[in-house]
């Protein structure tokens, strides 16, 4: 698992080469950006390189082949941790960090990243879900990220730096993690073999926003569908028009019968809209960065929505887009803290449509 096999992020990987070379490592790293542009294979890869035992740390080169690099890749080298949301939780447990009642501190991630390191030189923790830390388990990290155990190394990754919380954020160093170019998404999907979709790669690399994530459930007829009836509705600046609740439930029933399954097809929703409401947002400022080449949907959703908009100025249209945006977050936070979706759709379609016509919501 070389960086060979990583897609961009370059300027990441010079980093921490520099850092590591002037002994400079940090304890605590927080990755931030785009879902599905790969910084969870970035922190595996990192991990890789610096338990690799053929290669020394400073190379930041994993040979790939000694048997500490495979237990990397098979995810179960002993002194690798690695953390994530269940996926019927709103919140990453705090037993995760510090045990359950019978083994309180005795357990959990804050205990084992203080032991010796059995194979490698240290211990390294790779956090995903970084943005679903409740205030408990973020309290119970702080004294780990405060008094790091020596040769530990902590690696949160989250979307953005705003849904941490400031404690956090002002213990790591932040990482940046930009979305992948539409080529760089193409080149990826090329080389997914089960792939299947009846759009073409280039189409659905256009749609992804450089994510590899929404590409692959995009390359779903149902998904796609799906997107194209959203943003129908948002470009109307009046989404509740017309029962698009029900459309909405039925899209997310249809994803499964299981809680999780619904969730996960509720938070792409919200990206979707996100997404939609960030193009206007562009639009209407004038700063859509040149060369970046949207697919046909959005492109002519967003100059719909421009239309719909007559007689707003560019600056008002940007805040309109601005406020349904922060709307869309509490949406998916709504969701996190598992409100019925029945219930957070529907009030969150009712403020999008006031919102969007410059309403005050009720
Ligand atoms: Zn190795």
Excluded at 35 to 42: L, N, Y
Excluded at 218 to 224: A, G, K, R
Aim: hydrophobic content about 40%.
């Amino acid at each position: 698992m070389p960086w060979d096999d990583l897609t961009g992020h370059e300027d990441a990987i010079d980093r921490f080469r520099r850092s590591i070379v002037r002994n400079r490592l940090a304890s605590t790293y927080l990755f931030v950006g785009p879902a599905g542009v790969g910084k969870h294979t970035f922190a595996l890869k990192l991990a890789q390189a610096l338990l690799c035992s053929a290669n020394p740390p400073q190379e930041l080169e994993a040979c790939g082949n000694c048997p500490s690099c495979q237990q990397v890749s098979a995810k179960t080298h002993p002194d690798l941790i690695l953390i994530s949301k269940p996926a019927d939780k709103a919140f990453i447990p705090v037993e995760t960090f510090i045990g359950d009642r019978e083994h309180r501190r005795q357990r959990g991630l804050c205990h084992d990243i203080g032991l010796k390191p059995f194979m490698g030189g240290r211990k390294i923790a790779i956090i995903d879900d970084a943005d679903f830390l409740n205030q408990e388990s973020a309290n119970c990290l702080l004294k780990t990220l405060e008094e790091p155990p020596p040769n530990s190394l902590l690696m949160l990754i989250g979307t953005s730096e705003q849904r941490q919380l400031s404690t956090i954020v002002s213990r790591s160093q932040v990482v940046r993690f930009s979305a992948l170019s539409n080529e760089q998404v193409a080149n990826l999907l090329n080389r997914m073999n089960d792939l299947e979709s009846d759009l073409p790669i280039d189409e659905l690399a256009a749609a992804s926003n450089g994510s590899v994530t929404l590409a692959v459930q995009l390359s779903e007829s149902e998904v796609c569908e799906f997107r194209k009836q959203l943003y129908s509705y948002l470009t109307e600046m009046d989404p509740q028009w017309n029962g698009f609740t029900k459309a909405v439930i039925g899209f997310v029933d249809a994803a499964g019968k299981d809680g999780a399954t619904k969730r996960a097809r509720l938070a792409l929703i919200g990206d979707l809209a996100i997404e939609f409401y960030r193009q206007g947002f562009l639009a209407a400022t004038g700063s859509r960065s040149e060369g970046v080449v949207m697919d046909a949907v959005m492109a002519n959703a967003v100059d719909s929505f421009v239309q719909n908009s007559d007689g707003l100025s560019g600056e008002e249209l940007a805040e309109r887009c601005g406020v349904c945006i922060h709307r869309c977050g509490d949406f998916q936070q709504q969701i996190a803290a598992n409100v019925s979706p029945a219930n957070a759709v529907d009030a969150w379609l009712r403020d999008l449509s006031r919102l969007g016509r410059g309403l005050a919501l009720v």
